[in-house]
Structures are given as C-alpha cells and as structure tokens.
C-alpha cells in the first residue's frame, strides 16, 4: 500500500517515514497537512537543488534519508553564511526568515523529509519535479 499522492491531514496518520521517504521518487509530494504542521517528502536528482528560499512566517525542519549535499543558511539569499556538507541522518533546522538552500552535490538521488510550522504548501501539492514546482503558480518563487 502506497501512502504517496495523497495528502493525509488533517486526519491521524502514523507512517514509517524513513520508508516512505525512500520510496518517494518525485521531487516534492505533500504527505500531510494539518492547521499548524506539513509534512512534505523530497527527491532531489544528483546535482538538483531545492533553490534559494525564504519563509518569514514558519520554521523548517529537514532531514536527509539518502545520499549528500550542501545545505545553506543565511540572513539574505546573498549571504548565505551558514554552509554545511550533509548526509544521511543529518537533521537541519532553518529559522522563521532565513534564507536557505539545498544543492545535492553528491552522485546519488537525496531522500529528505520536510516539516513545516506552520504549513508553507497548498494541502496536496505534488511536483513531480523541480520544473514542476517552478511552474507552479501557487507556489512563491
């Protein structure tokens, strides 16, 4: 039983996370959304990023499954000061209005978990990949 493509929240939802997040293969797939949390899964293609973001009104948690990157932090998308190799079991916690980026520079797919608090993405949304999301119209660029 396949528990991606379909947003859960706000109902109760249990998962083993580690699991779906390494069999989700599209670049981002919204698992739950709930009045004050999300729960996006990610796959990021060797030499993919998620690009250069900022949230001003939540905070984001991310935690790589599968594979290695560089992930940045910083006050403006020019002074990302914070600049850190990541992999497998690296936690990444990225406050209300700072801007930040994960870029794989690894050989392998990356395989990532999101939270959000509070929600950042309309209840369900998919992208199947980068352009997808890119092309968006809900989604703040």
């Known amino acids: ?5 379909t947003d859960h929240g706000p109902n109760p ?3 083993d996370i580690e699991k779906v997040t390494l069999d989700n293969g599209a670049f981002r797939d919204t698992l739950w959304t709930g009045s004050y949390l999300q729960m996006t899964v990610m796959a990021i ?3 993919g990023e998620i690009g250069a973001e900022v949230h001003d009104d939540h905070d984001q948690f991310l ?5 290695q990157g560089r992930i940045m932090i ?4 020019n002074n990302l000061d914070v600049d850190r190799i990541v992999e497998d079991d690296f936690a990444i916690f990225v406050p209300a209005g700072k801007w930040h ?3 794989n520079e690894g050989e392998e797919t990356v ?8 929600p950042d993405h309309v209840p369900g949304t ?3 990949t980068k352009q997808d999301a890119d092309n968006d119209p809900n989604e703040q660029h």
């Open 111 to 118: 395989k990532l978990y999101s939270i959000y608090a509070a």
């Open 1 to 5: 039983m396949s528990d991606l493509r």
């Open 45 to 47: 293609p060797a030499g």
């Open 13 to 15: 939802y249990v998962l």
């Open 101 to 103: 980026n994960f870029v």
């Open 126 to 128: 998919f992208h199947q």
């Open 63 to 67: 935690r790589l499954e599968a594979g």
């Open 74 to 77: 910083g006050t403006d998308e």
